[in-house]
Every structure is written in C-alpha cells, then in structure tokens.
C-alpha cells in the first residue's frame, strides 16, 4: 500500500518570507501522480499543484513550486513571498495507476502565517 | 455557484435520525467521490461513482448509503449513525477515475451526530 508521510504537523511563516513543506511517500510504482491541497479554515480543498512522476522538470504555480526528487520519493512544496491568505492546512496526496480510485493523503501540515 | 457545492454545510442529527447530504458539480466532470475527513486522519474514500456508476465501496458501514442520480449530482444518505461518524464530509468530482485526473473538492459538509 502506498503511505504518504507529512512529517510537519505545523509550520510558522512571516508574511514575504519563504517556507518549505515536506512530504514523502512510499512506492514501488514508476508512473505515478503528486499533489499538493490547501484546506483553508473555510474548509473548501483547492488544488495548488500537480507533478507527474514522468516529468524531471519540477511544477511550479505563481509563488508555489515543488523540489521533485522521484530517486528520494521526497516531493516538498515552496511557498514564496508568503501572504496571510496562505495559512491553511496543506495536504499532499499520492496517486497512480494501481492505488485503486483514492487519492492517498498524508495528515497534514498547519501553516501559520504572521504579519 | 461554480465547481463543487454541497450541503448542507453543518448538520447536526441524532443516532435514530435520517438525514441526507447533497453534492453537485458544475465542472462536467463523470466521476464523483465522497471522503470523509476526521481529526487527526487522512482522508478517506467512501464511495465512487463514474457515469453513475458506483465502482467502489470502501468497506463502508451500510448506515451510509450513496445515491448518483446523475454525472452532477451526489446524495449521502444518512441513518442510524453513531457519534464516531461525526467528521467533516468532502464530496469530489474528476473528468473521469483515471488516476491523472485531478479530484476537485467541495467545501464539505460538517456532521455533528449527537
């Protein structure tokens, strides 16, 4: 079974500063896809950003980006110039072919923002 | 509204109650989910639908009882829970079940079963 592991149950941030998100997962699987969810205190779970497994170059998203390291199953997300909208939960969820049709979650890492 | 809606947003019921919960997308997508999402635990998948479909049961308690009337629409049906069913319901929607496809969520539905 393929375990995603957020080893950061919270994290503080200033506003402008950057903050880096862990994540590893566990997988014998070649083709596979990653990604990072924001749950705000509004609860809605918005996507931030995807990685395919079978693309070396890593995602990025306006301020956000990720540090792919497929060989260290490690799949961190970077959140630049932070801004208060930012504090939310941030999930990062794991797919491939033969996981069935759920998105495996870690926990979660709380990302606190002060000004 | 755009994407994916539910409600009601709060739900409070009894253990002898029956209530249900609603999910709708507007984003054309054919595939359906519903998660739930307790303290302290990842998500976890509880029912998908593709084309209406149900491809997967999670080894759900049958007090839960999924309904996909269409691609659009998704009822969580609700009776005789118990208090350790109280968490917060997220209903998602996908172009399909292909494992690229992106799941968009809805904002949830948080139940109280007292």
């Known amino acids: 079974a393929q375990t995603v592991t957020q080893s950061q149950p919270e994290m503080s941030v200033q506003e402008a500063e950057t903050v880096t998100l862990s994540c590893t997962y566990d997988?014998?699987?070649?083709?596979?896809?990653l990604f990072w969810y924001k749950q705000p205190p509004s609860r809605q779970m918005i996507l931030v950003i995807r990685?395919?497994?079978?693309?070396?170059q890593n995602a990025t998203e306006n301020r956000f980006s990720v540090n792919f390291q497929k060989a260290a199953k490690s799949f961190s997300l970077k959140i630049s110039d932070s801004q208060l909208g930012d504090a939310a939960m941030y999930f990062c969820?794991?797919?491939?072919?033969?996981?069935?049709?759920?998105?495996?979650f870690g926990k979660g890492t709380s990302l606190l923002v002060t000004p | 509204e755009t994407g994916v809606t539910q409600t009601p947003r709060h739900l409070v019921m009894g253990m002898t109650n029956k209530k249900s919960l609603k999910c709708e997308q507007h984003?054309?997508?054919?595939?359906m989910y519903w998660y739930k999402q307790s303290a302290k635990k990842p998500l976890e998948l509880m029912f998908v639908?593709?084309?209406?479909?149900?491809?997967e049961n999670n080894s759900v308690p049958s007090r839960f009882s999924p309904e996909c009337p269409n691609s659009s629409h998704l009822f969580l049906h609700l009776h005789t829970l118990q208090p350790e069913d109280s968490a917060l319901y997220l209903c998602?929607?996908?172009?399909?079940?292909?494992?690229?496809?992106?799941?968009?969520f809805g904002p949830g539905t948080r139940l109280t079963v007292l």
């Open positions: 969820a794991y797919r491939n072919s033969n996981s069935g049709y759920a998105l495996n």
């Open positions: 990685q395919e497994a079978y693309k070396q």
């Open positions: 997988t014998s699987e070649s083709d596979y896809y």
């Open positions: 998602a929607s996908s172009q399909e079940v292909f494992f690229a496809d992106t799941q968009y």
């Open positions: 639908y593709n084309f209406k479909e149900q491809t």
């Open positions: 984003l054309g997508h054919n595939a």
